[in-house]
């Protein structure tokens, strides 16, 4: 390692102010903060400084992600595995699973990097870490089989247009993962969509066994056969087909736990957001007109995308509501939207996407409202004083 | 007194270091410093010139827009340089001790029988006024204001920070005096902050004059700033005074002997510190004696103050105007191999990023590194977490980052100062240097409203 820093250090000359490689400036430092955290010292205001910085904040969510993408990794070759009516063993499947996923990983953090680094040396910036949990995240909310041409183009678009143009990390509106999600959604429905997209092999022409579906829980709601939804258990474990991160409430949970622990995403946030979906999901069983407004308002929390949604989309510090009774309102609107679309839009089978993209361009609006409120309270307090 | 003011949010930053409650004595220093620069705002204008003669109490600089404002040399001797830096600023005015300590004489006088004019311009002659700072922006205070209230703190919360109980210890008649001259300064009354456990109740109990207010919880419920927000806020058009505990003593002295009496109990405190304690120096005092062959091995920073606030200063150098600590810690200047990967058992941090919330009251050895990179903001709540005020700082900053007068205003920027988002600061995973924006902010509205 000594080696190494001193490897680092000898070339480092290079890349600074009037070197050979002063263009790639950007690109030698996110290496070099990647090896090492740097012998930058405090040159104003606190002397020491907290040992978290945001690589550590990102990495974090990642270890956060790490039990919902182990077992969708799982899931794949299980419900692969199933169409094909066979039963095999936890590894073989997991393996399966592992092979299929890996392309669709690295080509979504070769694109979106590619581009950060682009524009953090075009900007003369930092390359910033945001990437690293944005390039998981696309991975796991989209089908198994999506071309990797395609999931190319999109996190192409989510990078640059969802949030580079914008300034870069901490600048966006949209969060970047739902943008490509978005962009997949409304550009390739036929990819995002259906019976034969969510288990591996379905779209290229692989014979299902008699009785297998491979439609999602939702597809089977939205198309009115409530009676053929998978128990509230299997909802629960995720042996369901779905987006590959999806499936298991309990891996997200597992995540949910990480995050709040560590602090890293808003436990109110999520709390809230929880519990709009359910206040959403009692008032459709309370006006239920059909079989799908009857399924139970808590069976609504584990089925689709809410639960990973809620978790690790919505909670975005940057583009959820950035004041804490603003993160109140704003996780109670996202969780109230997505049921409410889920369940009475005809058009779409999920409502999670579109619930939290629509109160991403709300959260500035709600965060207006908390902080002219707290204006007024405080001029309140002045003219109390004066009197 | 009844009524006990719990923060709950703040942190104790668990850094090794703190000083042994022992007094300890310090040959008298040769050389010793006025800085400007201690002061915010100032423009200072010389009285004297490189080897000219002073007493204890004769005038070195003065304030050039309030030119009735003095600061006065804490010893007897001779002018030895006038350190000057980038456009002639000037850094430091160093004075010679010549060892005798001759004192200007100011007369003694009791403040109670005295009228306001007359105290103002004892203080104002002696080179105490100084002390007396105000609030909003912390400025030296104007003698032509009125404040609505005056406050001081009796604890410290900082890091390492000292024990005022200890060190105020059988000088409750001349702490009294103090009080008693600034009672006289305002219309409204002069409010002492204690904290139950940290102060000496019954020295408390035994004073007059003033209104008494408990405050428990973690750093900065210490500060003056966060006391005032919970017992008199300051609104816009509004100012209130502040003065440190010590610099009471300073004040009653003044009006006890007549003179302008210097001395002062300063902490040496920090991990590299091979014998912590309280000394007995005067202010201004070169640190040197101190630390001589008291400190560690090692690339060190020497900080006047607090390691959230201090200054920086040479091992040679002077105590702060305002300083009761000097902090010795050592330099961060490495490279750590995966540092931001690593589970990190031995990591301090506010947030639980890393293992050491395992061990809850383990103690650190802090250093000056920055743990990463300068970023835009990111996380949003934890600021708000370790500022126990009515205050949104995240979006205080960015309305200063925008030059935003109006959000300025509007969201505090009248009750803050660098020191109470100090920890804010030390949390951010973005590295934001806050007080810095916090202190340029403050300017462009001082600008704007002319």
Request: aromatic share 12%.
């Amino acid at each position: 390692m000594k080696a190494l820093i001193k490897y680092v250090n000898k070339i480092k000359p290079h890349f600074e102010e009037g070197g050979k490689f002063e263009k790639f400036r950007s690109t030698f430092e996110a290496f070099e903060t990647f090896l090492f955290v740097p012998d930058k010292v405090t040159t104003t205001g606190s002397h020491i400084r907290d040992n978290i910085d945001m690589k550590r904040t990102m990495i974090l969510v990642v270890v956060a992600l790490v039990p919902a993408l182990l077992f969708g990794m799982w899931n794949i070759g299980y419900q692969h595995f199933l169409a094909l009516g066979q039963q095999v063993p936890l590894w073989p499947a997991f393996w399966f699973g592992f092979l299929k996923m890996l392309p669709i990983i690295v080509v979504s953090y070769v694109t979106g990097l590619a581009i950060e680094f682009f524009f953090a040396q075009v900007r003369g910036h930092e390359v910033n870490e945001g990437f690293l949990v944005t390039g998981i995240l696309i991975p796991m909310i989209v089908p198994v089989d999506i071309p990797l041409w395609m999931l190319s183009l999109a996190v192409a678009f989510a990078v640059i247009i969802g949030k580079e143009v914008f300034g870069g990390t901490g600048m966006n509106i949209l969060n970047p993962a739902l943008t490509a999600r978005a962009f997949l959604f409304f550009s390739y429905p036929a990819w995002m969509s259906g019976d034969q997209v969510w288990v591996a092999g379905l779209k290229h022409g692989l014979h299902a066994v008699d009785g297998f579906s491979g439609a999602t829980p939702l597809a089977e709601a939205a198309a009115g056969k409530i009676d053929q939804l998978p128990s509230a258990w299997h909802m629960f474990m995720g042996t369901i087909p779905g987006s590959i991160g999806e499936t298991s409430t309990l891996a997200i949970l597992l995540g949910a736990f990480i995050l709040i622990y560590t602090g890293v995403a808003s436990w109110k946030t999520m709390l809230s957001a929880f519990a709009g979906g359910l206040v959403m999901g009692l008032i459709l069983n309370l006006f239920a007109v059909n079989a799908y407004m009857q399924v139970p308002a808590w069976e609504h929390l584990v089925m689709g995308g809410f639960a990973f949604g809620m978790v690790f989309m919505a909670t975005d510090p940057v583009t959820s509501a950035q004041t804490e009774r603003g993160k109140w309102i704003y996780g109670f609107l996202v969780g109230f939207l997505a049921i409410l679309i889920r369940v009475l839009n005809p058009a779409y089978p999920e409502g999670v996407m579109l619930a939290i993209l629509l109160m991403n361009v709300f959260a500035p609006l709600i965060d207006h409202y908390v902080v002219e409120a707290h204006i007024k309270r405080r001029l309140k307090r002045a003219k109390v004083s004066v009197q | 007194m009844d009524r006990v003011i719990k923060l709950r949010k703040g942190l104790d930053i668990r850094i090794q270091g703190v000083a042994e409650k022992n007094l300890l004595s310090v040959p008298p220093s040769e050389v010793y410093a006025v800085k400007p620069i201690d002061f915010q705002g100032l423009t200072p204008k010389l009285s004297v010139r490189q080897d000219d003669p002073v007493k204890a109490g004769s005038p070195l600089f003065f304030d050039k827009y309030r030119p009735e404002i003095l600061f006065t040399s804490p010893v007897s001797g001779r002018v030895k340089v006038v350190l000057r830096g980038e456009r002639r600023k000037i850094l430091e005015v160093q004075v010679e001790a010549d060892g005798k300590q001759d004192y200007i004489d100011f007369g003694k006088g009791d403040p109670l029988k005295m009228g306001r004019e007359e105290i103002i311009e004892k203080l104002l002659n002696s080179g105490v006024w100084p002390f007396i700072r105000q609030r909003p922006f912390d400025f030296v205070a104007n003698p032509s204001d009125t404040p609505k209230a005056i406050f001081i703190s009796l604890f410290d919360t900082a890091p390492m920070a000292p024990d005022y109980a200890f060190i105020l210890k059988g000088q409750q008649k001349t702490f009294q005096i103090g009080l008693d001259v600034l009672t006289k300064l305002t219309e409204g009354k002069v409010h002492l902050g204690i904290h139950p456990e940290r102060s000496d109740i019954s020295f408390v109990e035994a004073l007059e004059n003033v209104e008494i207010h408990s405050f428990t919880g973690s750093h900065p419920a210490g500060n003056v700033g966060v006391q005032i927000h919970h017992i008199d806020p300051v609104n816009k058009g509004e100012i209130v005074w502040v003065v440190n505990p010590q610099d009471v003593l300073t004040i009653g002295r003044l009006f006890e002997e007549g003179r302008f009496d210097a001395r002062r109990t300063v902490v040496l405190a920090g991990s590299e510190v091979k014998k912590t304690g309280y000394y007995q120096t005067m202010m201004g005092a070169s640190v040197e004696p101190m630390v001589k062959n008291n400190v560690k091995e090692g690339i060190l920073r020497y900080i006047s103050g607090d390691v959230l606030t201090g200054k920086k200063i040479e091992p040679s150098g002077f105590i702060g105007f305002y300083d009761s600590l000097i902090s010795v810690i050592p330099e961060g200047k490495y490279f750590e191999p995966f540092g931001w990967a690593l589970p990190g058992f031995n990591k301090f941090s506010f947030s639980r990023s890393y293992f050491s919330w395992l061990r809850p009251r383990k103690t650190y050895r802090l250093d000056t590194n920055l743990h990463g990179g300068r970023r835009a903001f990111v996380l949003t709540g934890i600021y708000e977490r370790v500022l126990p005020m009515d205050i949104l700082v995240l979006h205080l900053l960015k309305a200063i980052i925008t030059d935003d007068i109006d959000n300025m205003e509007n969201l505090g920027i009248y009750e803050i100062v660098e020191e109470d988002i100090a920890l804010c600061e030390f949390v951010d995973p973005s590295k934001t240097e806050m007080q810095k924006i916090l202190r340029d902010g403050i300017n462009a509205l001082i600008k704007e409203l002319g």
